[in-house]
T-cell receptor
């Protein structure tokens, strides 16, 4: 089955700096890669997703890149703000069954 | 106007008891899921249903029995609760079309004494 590894597990950045989280996946048939943000005590919320026919996608301060050959994808947050502090999860799925396999999460702390 | 709602939000109970968690979505989605998030925040799928039909069952102990009376509801019943069942359980839903975002409920924090 699919295995998703996520690094780093914790990330501390100064406000205004960039944050990068990296994920690798094992199943070459995976073709959908969402990213979720989970604030303390809250539900995971989708922040951006990318499909395998696209190499990069951007939404304001958030961008995701995908390298299908290397089977890795990354989340980039620019100009970080204190409200970006949360746990971020990457995930991967293949079309059959819409089964999402999550990475282990990255706890991001943005210091003012 | 909550899209995916779960009840209860908190559940504290004794080992060996039986409990249920309810989930409802008003997004018109055809697919619903149950996830377990353990104390280390690891999120793992347990079940998914398409239009009341079980699609994914991730080798979850048969003490866990999901039930979908209609496509807007997916309940989770747990028999003979064990200490290791303590976790946050999230319900989610998505359209039937493949590779669509999944929308999560607020979670049910289950604590076993």
């Amino acid at each position: 089955g699919e295995n998703v590894e996520q690094h780093p597990s914790t990330l501390s950045v100064q406000e205004g700096d960039s944050a990068v989280i990296k994920c690798t996946y094992s199943d070459s048939a995976s073709n959908y890669f969402p990213w979720y943000k989970q604030e303390l005590g809250k539900r995971p919320q989708l922040i951006i997703d990318i499909r395998s026919n696209v190499g990069e996608k951007k939404d304001q301060r958030i961008a995701v890149t995908l390298n299908k050959t290397a089977k890795h994808f990354s989340l980039h947050i620019t100009e970080t703000q204190p409200e970006d502090s949360a746990v971020y999860f990457c995930a991967a799925s293949r079309a059959a069954g819409n089964k999402l396999t999550f990475g282990g999460g990255t706890r991001v702390l943005v210091k003012p | 106007d909550t899209a995916v709602s779960q009840t209860p939000k908190y559940l504290v109970t004794q080992m060996g008891n039986d409990k249920s968690i309810k989930c409802e979505q008003n997004l018109g989605h055809d697919t619903m899921y149950w996830y377990k998030q353990d104390s280390k925040k690891f999120l793992k799928i347990m079940f998914s249903y398409n239009n009341k039909e079980l699609i994914i069952n991730e080798t979850v102990p048969n003490r866990f029995s999901p039930k979908s009376p209609d496509k807007a509801h997916l309940n989770l019943h747990i028999n003979s609760l064990e200490l290791g069942d303590s976790a946050v359980y999230f319900c989610a839903s998505s359209p039937l079309t493949v590779n669509q975002p999944q929308h999560f409920g607020d979670g049910t924090r289950l604590s076993i004494l």
